[in-house]
C-alpha cells in the first residue's frame, strides 16, 4: 500500500467499528483538496483528528511496514502525532531493516513483534518452495529450500527463476554461490537482473529505461499506462519487458499497477555500491516520464484543452 492510499484505508477501518467516528471523517472530506493534502494533513483529518476528539482508544496495525512505498514519510507522521493521540497504540510488522528499528525504539505507544518470528517459518516456506516446485527432483528442492534458509522473499525469487530456467542446475549453483559480503537478497537480486538482461545493447538499454521509469513513479502506473508515456512506437516494448522482469515484480493485468516486489530491490537498485553494473539513476526515469506527459498532452488540439478546462470550471 502507498502512503496515499494509508489514511483513507486506515479510517474507513476505523469508521466501520465506531460509527461514531464517520461524522468526523465526513467533514474532512467535504474540503474539495483533501486527496491533494500532505500525508500528515491527510493523518490528521481522517484518522488523529476525529479520535482525539472522541477520546477512543484504538489500535493501529500495520502489516509489512518495511513493504509500504515512502514508509518514512509514515514514519515521521506517526511520530510526530503519537504524543496528540495519547490512546492510540500502534502495532506493526515487517522485515527488520535499520530505520525501522531506530524508529519504533524511540516512539512511544508503538510496538514490534519479534522480527526473528517473522523472518519466516522454515516449514512455511519448505511448503511453499515444494508447492512451486512441484513436478521437479527432490534433491533440486530440497537444495532451494536449504539455501532459503526461512526467508520467503528468496524463496520466491529463486521459485520463479527455476521454474523458467533451461539449465536448472547451473541456476542453482549460482544461487548457491558465497554471497561474498553481499546480502542473500542482493545476491538473489544480481542473479535475477542477469536472467532477465537481454544479450543485445538496445534491448538492455529499454530494460535499464523502464526500471527508471518503475522507480520514478510515485503512485505505481499499469502497463498500459507506461506504454503510453514510453518513447516507444511499439505498444508492447513495455509488457515485454516488464515480463522478464517479472520475478521482481508484483502485477496481473495490463490495467493493474505494477509494483516492485519488494522495498529492499529500491534500494539494491538505487545503491551504486550493492547493484554496480545494474545502478539505476532515478532522475533520469523523472526525464522519461516527464517528456512522455509532455508528448500526451501535445497530442490534445487547444480546442480539446479548452473543453477540458470549461468542464473543470462547472
Not at 519479534?114 to 515444494?130: H, P, Q, T
Not at 518503475?214 to 514510453?230: C, F, G, K, N, Q
Not at 512506437?233 to 516492485?260: C, W, Y
Request: aromatic share 8%; charged share 30%; net charge negative.
Amino acid at each position: 500500500m502507498s502512503t496515499g492510499e494509508f489514511c483513507s484505508t486506515v479510517s474507513k477501518a476505523f469508521a466501520s467499528i465506531n460509527h461514531e467516528l464517520k461524522p468526523h471523517i465526513d467533514e474532512f472530506k467535504k474540503r474539495l483538496d483533501w486527496e491533494e493534502l500532505s500525508f500528515e494533513e491527510q493523518y490528521e483529518g481522517l484518522v488523529a483528528g476525529p479520535l482525539r476528539v472522541l477520546n477512543r482508544r484504538a489500535i493501529l496495525t500495520i502489516d509489512a511496514l518495511d513493504e509500504c512505498e515512502d514508509r518514512f514519510e509514515l514514519m515521521e507522521t506517526l511520530h510526530n502525532k503519537q504524543s496528540s493521540v495519547s490512546l492510540l497504540r500502534t502495532f506493526i510488522t515487517g522485515r527488520p531493516e535499520a530505520d525501522i528499528k531506530q524508529w519504533v525504539m524511540k516512539v512511544d505507544g508503538i510496538r514490534m513483534a519479534s522480527f526473528r518470528e517473522l523472518e519466516g517459518d522454515n516449514e512455511d516456506v519448505e511448503k511453499y518452495i515444494r508447492s512451486r516446485l512441484e513436478g521437479k527432483a527432490n534433491d533440486i528442492q530440497d537444495r532451494v529450500i536449504r539455501r532459503a534458509e526461512g526467508l520467503f522473499i528468496w524463496a520466491r525469487i529463486a521459485c520463479d527463476l527455476l521454474r523458467q530456467a533451461l539449465d536448472i542446475n547451473g541456476l542453482l549453483e549460482e544461487l548457491e554461490r558465497p554471497s561474498a559480503g553481499a546480502s542473500k537478497l542482493d545476491s538473489i537480486y544480481r542473479v535475477a537482473l542477469k536472467q532477465a538482461t537481454p544479450d543485445d545493447n538496445p534491448s538492455r538499454q529499454i530494460l535499464v529505461l523502464v526500471l527508471q521509469m518503475l522507480l520514478a513513479v510515485r503512485t505505481p502506473l499499469s502497463i498500459a499506462d507506461l506504454e503510453e508515456i514510453s518513447p516507444w512506437p511499439e505498444k508492447d516494448v513495455v509488457q515485454r519487458t516488464i515480463a522478464r522482469l517479472g520475478s521482481l515484480l508484483l502485477f496481473q493485468g495490463p490495467n493493474d499497477p505494477v509494483r516492485l516486489l519488494h522495498t529492499t530491490l529500491r534500494e539494491f537498485l538505487t545503491s551504486r555500491e550493492t547493484a554496480g553494473n545494474y545502478f539505476i539513476q532515478v532522475r533520469f526515469g523523472h526525464f522519461t516520464l516527464a517528456r512522455g506527459s509532455l508528448s500526451i498532452l501535445g497530442h490534445y488540439s487547444s480546442s480539446d484543452i479548452n473543453s477540458l478546462g470549461g468542464h473543470s470550471r462547472r
